[in-house]
């Protein structure tokens, strides 16, 4: 680059983690040399980065139990919501034949 010509940089972009950012979080894996430059150890942030995958796909997978569980619940939820409405009908039912009964019976009586 025509920036800093000493440092022989290539003239393809390159892709990567900015080396004062990845400091604040990984220091270890950061170096800087005499004349202030800063470089990465990208070999010792491969490691860094498959735990990272590990951990959010251990999330993931508890996650996807919850959803299961939670899918299972409402299911479980819906049915006995369906239930219920059944045997309110019965309910509703038996009540108007009982109160069919009742007003055939003081019908009879008067």
């Given at each position: 680059?025509?920036?800093?010509?000493?440092?022989?940089?290539?003239?393809?972009?390159?892709?990567?983690?900015?080396?004062?950012?990845?400091?604040?979080?990984?220091?270890?894996?950061?170096?800087?040399?005499?004349?202030?430059y800063y470089?990465?150890?990208?070999?010792?942030?491969?490691?860094v980065l498959?735990?990272?995958?590990?951990?959010?796909?251990?999330?993931?997978?508890?996650?996807?139990?919850?959803?299961?569980?939670?899918?299972?619940?409402?299911?479980?939820?819906?049915?006995?919501?369906?239930?219920?409405?059944?045997?309110?009908?019965?309910?509703?039912?038996?009540?108007?034949?009982?109160?069919?009964?009742?007003?055939?019976?003081?019908?009879?009586?008067?």
């Amino acid at each position: 680059m025509k920036e800093f010509p000493k440092q022989n940089f290539d003239s393809i972009p390159q892709i990567g983690f900015i080396a004062q950012e990845l400091k604040k979080v990984l220091p270890q894996l950061v170096s800087q040399n005499d004349s202030g430059y800063y470089s990465v150890n990208y070999v010792k942030v491969v490691p860094v980065l498959v735990m990272a995958m590990k951990e959010q796909q251990a999330i993931i997978e508890a996650q996807k139990k919850e959803n299961e569980s939670q899918k299972a619940e409402a299911s479980n939820a819906t049915s006995s919501s369906e239930e219920n409405a059944l045997e309110i009908e019965k309910l509703k039912a038996q009540l108007n034949a009982l109160l069919q009964a009742q007003t055939a019976t003081v019908s009879a009586v008067k």
